[in-house]
């Protein structure tokens, strides 16, 4: 699997090239299916918020949605443990991309798991997986105790398909907690290499390869 890990999404002009390479087609010519579970687990978000982000509804910028997909389904994995695999499995086969809302990360872990998602995922050669905040924080091994909404006093691990763990949101607007002298508070309880990557901002992980990719503010804490 290829693995395009954004904080804020398909912001800008780098990250959109970045997508269309790991496609290896244009956008329009890809299928994708949207994943809004983390949103289920974030106390932030509502109803309101996941019927947004999947009708591309979500501010001024396009959500993941509204890049210009030939087609999006949605794939919302508390539902998948009813449903044979034999029927889901074909889905997401068949998709050439994976679109992970933000939302809590923690959580979208436990529903990848329970789903049989997780599982699935290494046998994905050529799928893309883009992730947005905690989309993206779900591929790590840890997430930090600052983004631990859902279960505040459970575990803060997540999948660990990579190696890194991600502070999202560097230096938004109106975010006291995301600030850079934030995210080097954060980074002490990180054991592996941690990124604080802004919106503007994501990274690929292509066959092991590691690559920052931005147009704003990024920062390596330590590797």
Request: include cysteine.
């Amino acid at each position: 699997m290829k693995l395009l890990l954004t904080s804020g999404g398909i912001r800008n002009d780098s990250i959109r090239e970045a997508l269309v390479a790991m496609l290896g087609r244009p956008i329009a010519q890809s299928r994708a299916l949207f994943i809004p579970t983390a949103q289920w687990g974030q106390p932030m978000c509502s109803p309101q918020s996941v019927y947004d982000a999947t009708v591309d509804r979500w501010g001024d910028d396009p959500s993941l949605t509204g890049l210009g997909w030939k087609s999006v389904g949605v794939l919302e994995l508390t539902a998948l443990p009813s449903i044979a695999e034999e029927r889901w499995h074909p889905w997401v086969r068949e998709a050439d991309v994976l679109l992970a809302d933000g939302g809590e990360a923690v959580f979208l872990a436990t529903w990848m798991r329970e789903s049989g998602l997780a599982d699935l995922l290494p046998t994905l050669a050529d799928t893309v997986w883009v992730g947005v905040s905690a989309g993206s924080m779900v591929m790590t091994p840890r997430i930090g105790r600052e983004f631990v909404d859902w279960r505040p006093d459970g575990t803060d691990e997540t999948l660990g398909l990579v190696d890194f763990s991600i502070f999202p949101h560097l230096d938004y607007p109106g975010w006291d907690e995301n600030t850079l002298e934030a995210a080097r508070r954060w980074a002490p309880q990180i054991t592996g290499p941690a990124y604080a990557i802004d919106d503007q901002t994501a990274i690929s992980v292509v066959g092991g390869a590691v690559e920052v990719i931005s147009e704003g503010h990024w920062e390596l804490l330590h590797d």
